[in-house]
């Protein structure tokens, strides 16, 4: 039998490396396709539990908005004020405003700071607390007649410590809270059919922060692009500004003709916006407004967005749905 010592031919040796290119091309192939596909796999998870968590903190919010409504004065995109809300109008009126309001924040609204807005109840501070508004008052008689008024004088919400024995966690300094009514209703002058369906019914309301004693009024100081944010207006009087809690307790509308009743409880402002993230999309940030640093305590929500619209379908119902639209990376 011949043995052949001479090797491989440089035919044979181009043939081999031929195939064996081949295959290692092959395998590239495949290990990037398999990669490609492990990336594509880690962002969809990662993309979906971060609008798991922003769904959260929206929704944790959102269960907490019912001081928002008739009380937040920004604008929608149809310059219409997002929050109002008309409890007592039948469904198939004809509303002067329309019915659905919807804010959108995405690459156009970022240069002007568009922002959407919360006022909720803080459940932190505790349970909201039905105030006897006797208990900020003192009087003197004197020597006044029995059949003459005697003049009240305000102490103070927290007087003999009446709120800080119920609620420690609430009356601290800076904290903010709410005083607010059940009771919705219009100023007499828009008790027209006009009026019914252009201004809705409202609870005067007075958000205050904690100062020593005194409880002094922040919602002055809080504003969307120079306006005001939060309603002062009295319910029953739109001429009349709440600026102080005394203020509140005096003009605060009775339930029914009878009692007034009368909540306090804690409350936080939230501020939504859309910033500058990297070049994979937008990020959306949400700040709380503190006494004396203003919007702060940011924290980051969602990253990589195109856009966040926030929408009420009807403004006979308080319910705000919301739509968070993730950049698609390619």
Request: glycine share 6%; proline share 5%.
């Amino acid at each position: 039998m011949k043995v052949n010592n001479r090797g491989f031919s440089l035919f044979e040796i181009m043939i081999a490396l031929g195939l064996s290119s081949f295959l290692m091309l092959a395998v590239a192939d495949v290990y990037r396709s398999m990669k490609k596909g492990q990336e594509s796999l880690q962002t969809y998870v990662m993309d979906q539990t971060n609008l798991s968590l922003a769904d959260r903190v929206i929704s944790a919010d959102l269960r907490n908005s019912d001081p928002s409504f008739n009380n937040l004065l920004f604008l929608d995109d149809n310059r219409k004020v997002f929050y109002q809300y008309f409890s007592d109008v039948p469904p198939k009126a004809t509303l002067t405003n329309g019915v659905s309001r919807q804010l959108t924040l995405n690459k156009d609204t970022i240069a002007n700071r568009k922002s959407f807005y919360v006022l909720l109840r803080d459940e932190d501070l505790g349970a909201t607390l039905n105030y006897d508004p006797v208990a900020a008052y003192s009087y003197t008689r004197g020597n006044l007649p029995i059949d003459q008024s005697v003049p009240l004088i305000f102490r103070g919400l927290n007087y003999n410590n009446w709120v800080s024995t119920q609620r420690p966690n609430m009356w601290a300094t800076n904290k903010i809270l709410l005083l607010d009514t059940p009771t919705a209703v219009r100023d007499p002058r828009n008790l027209t059919p006009l009026g019914m369906v252009t201004f809705p019914p409202r609870s005067t309301i007075f958000l205050g922060y904690v100062s020593g004693a005194n409880l002094l009024n922040l919602s002055s100081m809080i504003k969307d692009n120079g306006a005001n944010l939060v309603d002062q207006t009295s319910a029953l009087d739109n001429n009349v500004t709440v600026n102080s809690a005394d203020m509140f307790l005096r003009s605060a509308p009775p339930v029914g003709g009878g009692q007034i009743l009368v909540r306090l409880s804690g409350a936080k402002v939230v501020r939504y916006i859309l910033e500058q993230g990297d070049r994979y999309g937008y990020q959306l940030a949400r700040y709380e407004y503190v006494p004396g640093r203003e919007w702060a305590n940011r924290s980051l929500v969602a990253d990589r967005l195109e856009s966040v619209t926030f929408k009420r379908d009807s403004v006979l119902t308080n319910m705000v749905n919301y739509q968070i639209t993730k950049r698609e990376i390619k």
